[in-house]
């Protein structure tokens, strides 16, 4: 075993933090306990309504796990004697999440593209023959993904995500919520520390400011005349892609272990070329889940996580991340 000097740990944690977690909510803190590292979890930074058994706030856990993990091994070190801790009610407070202690496990492994890696949010050029090896190659190298290719059924998937769109934006306590995430404005205070910001989401200032109207106070009113629909299609954007990726893991699995798998999977997409947007809203939807699993043939045992709209985009990605300093990660 290993201890880590808190210099150490805040270098591994400065790169765990890039990794995804829904919303950006970035609910990971670590602690040194001795010889161990404690992960806890912030359950104050949930989303309650959508996420209302704390599955997605889980998953996060292990995406910001996995991305520690990449981060020892890149400097030799590898993580021993991980102990899970039973999932627990959100209570607002800190919650254990894990135990796990460091070794030492020799040479250090390559670099993953964690610098590189953002959610694309919008249109993508035409396939071309670098993708079409793109997705082979990610087809080749992951077994807990489906690739959907064809254009109909991609542009089915894009009607879908709309629909399903609608179907939480309707529930005013989930629009809410969503709001609460949003950064909007480059004055909002938590632009650049959390949440999703005018820039990841690829709104103009103008787009943006729109945005805050539509799903604020304007919502129920433009929808009751049927204007809401169109001011939140996506489906253009989702028809643009290269691909349709369906991350599904084993039915019952920890969404924890989950979420290590679904980082390693987004990486995966980056090293073949692909630019990613995570569409949620078709894998927490229960009729949308089922839809796809149904038609792409996904094993009656998986469970559809998340759904990715892949592809070179028609732009250039930033490469900011809005994240929290280190020193508030570590309790």
């Not at 729109?210 to 304007?218: K, Q």
């Not at 939807?285 to 009656?300: D, T």
Request: a neutral charge; proline letters at 6%; charged letters at 25%.
């Amino acid at each position: 075993m290993i201890t880590l000097s808190p210099d150490t740990l805040k270098g591994v944690i400065a790169e765990a933090r890039l990794a995804p977690s829904v919303h950006n909510l970035q609910p990971s803190r670590w602690r040194l306990a001795g010889d161990n590292v404690l992960l806890l979890g912030d359950s104050s930074r949930a989303i309650p309504v959508a996420d209302p058994v704390g599955r997605d706030w889980r998953l996060s856990h292990g995406a910001h796990f996995e991305g520690l993990a990449m981060a020892l091994a890149r400097r030799g070190s590898q993580v021993v004697e991980l102990t899970l801790r039973p999932e627990q009610p959100l209570s607002g407070e800190l919650i254990e999440v894990a135990q796990f202690a460091v070794a030492s496990c020799g040479e250090a492994s390559t670099a993953e593209p964690v610098d590189g890696r953002v959610s694309w949010r919008g249109s993508f050029r035409p396939v071309d023959d670098a993708m079409h090896a793109g997705l082979a190659r990610l087809a080749a190298e992951r077994d807990d993904i489906t690739l959907v290719t064809d254009r109909e059924d991609i542009s089915d998937a894009a009607r879908m995500a709309d629909r399903a769109t609608l179907h939480f934006l309707r529930d005013d306590h989930h629009r809410a919520e969503l709001l609460a995430w949003l950064r909007l404005s480059p004055s909002h205070p938590g632009y650049h520390r959390d949440g999703l910001n005018a820039e990841a989401m690829c709104l103009s200032p103008v787009e943006a400011w729109g945005a805050g109207r539509v799903l604020g106070p304007l919502f129920r009113s433009l929808d009751s005349i049927g204007i809401a629909a169109p001011l939140v299609r996506e489906s253009a954007k989702t028809s643009s892609a290269a691909a349709i990726v369906l991350f599904h893991r084993p039915g019952g699995e920890d969404p924890f272990v989950s979420g290590r798998a679904f980082y390693r999977a987004w990486l995966a997409m980056e090293r073949c070329g692909l630019k990613a947007c995570p569409m949620s809203v078709l894998a927490d939807w229960a009729e949308s889940r089922n839809a796809l699993a149904q038609r792409h043939a996904v094993p009656a045992d998986r469970h559809i996580v998340s759904v990715f709209r892949v592809g070179r985009p028609d732009g250039t990605p930033g490469r900011t991340h809005a994240r929290l300093p280190v020193e508030e990660l570590i309790i």
